[in-house]
């Protein structure tokens, strides 16, 4: 039997680290510590001036600044478009055929209206760096198909007298669509990303908001009186009933805010402004899905409750331009009264309801921040408090378990306090920077069509029209982009959460209905 080999451990057989190897040959040793010495690492390079700079020099590279640059864009290309006698499109009623709605040589510009919209949101989301903003174009083509198929049903004689309209069909289509694509286990909890990046509600909605042309020479004759109907009982009651769903029926204080100032303002656009406002965008789909469906009931009764009363075409239109929450819904119940002065008061009392929709977000982003920084600092000298309190009680005749527990919770803690204090940002920085920036472009929009567009009446009337066909396609993208938030499931489990939003809607419109009522006669009658 042979013996077997000595089995050499490369451990022991090894030098010192730090020694000299010597080799058989007489030539050269090898310094092994001159190879296991660590790399020199090199200093970063200095940052350039752009990136030292960026958040100053990009300032205009937010989404929130890039509704404006598109809807100011697009109220350039409309007064372009009216000067050279190019017709606005329309969607005409049908009956049995739907493409009986494109039968008008203006609907030609869809052509050019879808990618136009398309190329200028896609261009933004580039800019930004959108989180798949590649794959935009493909989720795109799919919003916009489902907008145009809402729009063209909301054309029907049939369905247009039901007062169902495009935002209604655009939040049941974009639903549906969700929950389909939450059969499959991939996306139960999300969308796909070429879909996800086209869910664009509220820069969808900022864009609509900030091409509501407000024509001052309309304003003017009525604005005392639709003034006293939209801002006297407005402000007031929106605070009242938000308090109420957040003490009474215990809803959380950021959906209670955003309920009550859709109900009392102008619906949609009054709850995206609201929760750029207090920091809750994701907390805008259910008030306003329930507020498109709710107003429906509105929009039918309203009407023929005038009527019933006995009320002028002037006290009427008041009265829904008050209460009716978003601008189509407000000419739809004024049409269906059957009057063009009632058309006409409830569209200028709505216009002057929207602009309260400006410093109404102002004051909430100032409050909001001042609620936070508060919040903030409680909580920073309730930890400090803690901290030492712990320090206080701590003893070295404790066992050393106890010792080690109560110091690692003081590193949390401080951590934490740290971290809060971090958080402690000055009120006007808060302010700024929550401050809903599509604002500015509603005011830059309005100013200039008040101070460059043509006095002729004509030209106005048809920048304005232009101008709000256009609006009224990015408010419905931004309905569908609502209804692909909206799933069924969720709706089940938070069934009890939906019920007491239904609720302070349904109260809340009761008491807008009847005090706005009660201010549009006084106005109207005596004023």
Not at 82 to 96: A, D
Not at 97 to 111: Q, S
Not at 213 to 242: K, Y
Not at 383 to 401: F, G, H, I, R, V
Request: aromatic residues 12%.
């Amino acid at each position: 039997m042979t013996d077997s080999p000595e089995i050499i451990d490369p451990i022991q057989q090894a030098p010192p680290i730090g020694t000299v190897n010597s080799l058989d040959s007489s030539s050269s040793t090898i310094n092994i510590s001159s190879t296991s010495s660590k790399p020199t690492t090199q200093p970063p390079p200095p940052e350039t001036f752009i990136q030292k700079h960026k958040s100053w020099l990009l300032w205009w590279n937010l989404e929130e600044w890039w509704a404006c640059w598109i809807g100011i864009i697009f109220f350039g290309i409309v007064c372009g478009c009216v000067k050279h006698n190019i017709p606005q499109p329309e969607f005409l009623p049908w009956r049995t055929n739907p493409f009986d709605t494109f039968a008008t040589p203006g609907n030609y510009g869809l052509l050019v209206l879808f990618p136009a919209m398309g190329l200028l949101v896609w261009f933004a989301l580039t800019s930004i760096q959108a989180p798949s903003w590649s794959k935009f174009p493909i989720g795109y083509i799919l919003v916009f198909f489902i907008a145009l198929i809402s729009k063209m049903l909301a054309s029907n004689v049939t369905i247009k007298s039901a007062s169902l309209g495009d935002s209604i069909w655009a939040i049941i289509f974009g639903a549906v669509l969700r929950n389909l694509f939450s059969i499959r286990q991939n996306y139960r909890d999300r969308l796909p990303p070429w879909l996800k990046v086209a869910q664009q509600t509220e820069l969808y909605i900022a864009i609509s908001l900030v091409l509501l042309c407000i024509d001052i020479t309309i304003l003017r004759p009525l604005a005392p009186r639709a003034l006293f109907v939209s801002w006297i009982d407005t402000p007031t009651l929106f605070m009242v009933l938000a308090f109420f769903g957040y003490k009474i029926l215990k809803i959380d204080l950021q959906t209670s805010i955003i309920m009550s100032g859709a109900t009392f303002i102008c619906g949609s656009s009054a709850a995206i402004a609201l929760g750029a406002a207090i920091g809750a965008p994701s907390k805008t789909e259910m008030p306003i899905a329930i507020i498109s469906v709710f107003t429906i009931p509105s929009i039918i009764a309203l009407p023929y409750v005038a009527k019933s009363l006995y009320l002028s075409p002037e006290v009427s239109g008041a009265w829904f331009g008050g209460c009716v929450d978003s601008t189509g819904a407000v000419i739809a119940a004024a049409s269906i009264y059957g009057d063009k002065t009632a058309i006409n008061t409830s569209a200028v009392v709505k216009m002057m309801q929207n602009v309260l929709i400006g410093p109404l977000s102002v004051v909430m982003t100032w409050a909001w921040a001042r609620h936070e920084l508060k919040a903030t600092k409680q909580e920073a000298e309730d930890l400090e408090t803690m901290l030492d309190a712990e320090a206080e009680t701590s003893s070295n005749s404790m066992p050393l378990e106890e010792l080690e527990r109560k110091q690692t919770n003081q590193q949390r803690r401080q951590v934490a306090l740290q971290k809060v204090k971090k958080q402690q940002t000055k009120p006007l920085v808060v302010l700024w920077n929550r401050f809903p920036k599509f604002v500015i472009g509603f005011v830059i929009t309005a100013i200039l069509f008040n101070t460059v567009v043509s006095s002729d009446e004509d030209t106005r009337t048809n920048v304005n029209n232009f101008c709000f066909y256009i609006s009224e396609w990015f408010s419905t993208l931004s309905f569908v982009s609502i209804g692909l938030a909206l799933q069924f499931n969720e709706l089940k489990r938070n069934i009890r959460h939906l019920g007491l939003l239904c609720t302070l809607y349904v109260v809340a419109q009761m008491i807008d209905i009847v005090v706005t009522g009660l201010l549009a006669w006084i106005a109207f009658t005596y004023m």
